[in-house]
């Protein structure tokens, strides 16, 4: 469905204009959370970077969207490839998140953790509780090395693979509801994630 390996260098007022599945997005409260300016493409990775000042934490953040829908779907299959500066202080996390924006409508985060710890992989509850993990994983994989990340939705169950193996499966936490693709970083350190290629599929049953 969409696929992209980031050939085509980009500022970061530039990365909306040739990358028009990437919508980066500004801080929605005020507090300078998400700079937009971090967000660039050179050397033929994207760069998600991270950049705290004054101990205020500053990431970037954005959403790969599907080109036939505009935005989310329900079900799916996403990978990635993706690396990270050894900083401490500084994280990621890549995700399904609720079209709706409802938490209970169901988080799974395909990469998560602290660029100088291990990578993770989590499904929340859905419904009641969100905050709640249904399944929590720890890959033992640092980020420092290259790695590829892929999630499997469909309806009924939730799977996370690294580097083609199968880390760990949920069939109790199963979101029915349409969700996007986030990416974002954040931290006081500095440092950036490095995406070398992305690739988003439908769930065809």
């Not at 980031?6 to 007022?13: D, K, L, P």
């Not at 929605?28 to 493409?41: D, F, H």
């Not at 050397?43 to 990431?59: D, E, F, H």
Request: negative net charge.
């Amino acid at each position: 469905m969409y696929a992209d390996d980031f050939t085509t260098t980009a500022s970061s007022s530039q990365v909306a204009r040739s990358y028009p599945r990437l919508t980066p997005y500004p801080d929605g409260s005020g507090g300078g959370k998400y700079q937009t300016e971090l967000i660039n493409v050179s050397g033929g990775n994207l760069q998600i970077g991270v950049q705290g000042s004054g101990g205020q934490a500053q990431g970037a953040a954005l959403t790969i969207t599907n080109p036939t829908t505009q935005w989310g779907q329900t079900y799916g299959r996403y990978s990635i490839r993706f690396r990270a500066d050894r900083t401490s202080d500084s994280g990621a996390a890549m995700m399904l998140w609720p079209d709706s924006d409802v938490w209970a409508d169901g988080e799974t985060d395909c990469v998560e953790g602290d660029f100088d710890g291990t990578i993770h992989s989590f499904n929340h509850r859905v419904g009641s509780n969100p905050e709640q993990n249904s399944l929590a994983v720890d890959t033992g994989a640092n980020w420092q090395e290259w790695h590829v990340s892929t999630v499997e939705w469909t309806p009924t169950a939730v799977r996370f693979y690294l580097d083609g193996q199968l880390v760990g499966t949920d069939t109790s936490a199963v979101s029915r509801a349409s969700r996007h693709w986030v990416i974002q970083t954040g931290g006081t350190g500095s440092g950036s994630l490095q995406i070398d290629w992305v690739a988003m599929y439908q769930y065809t049953g």
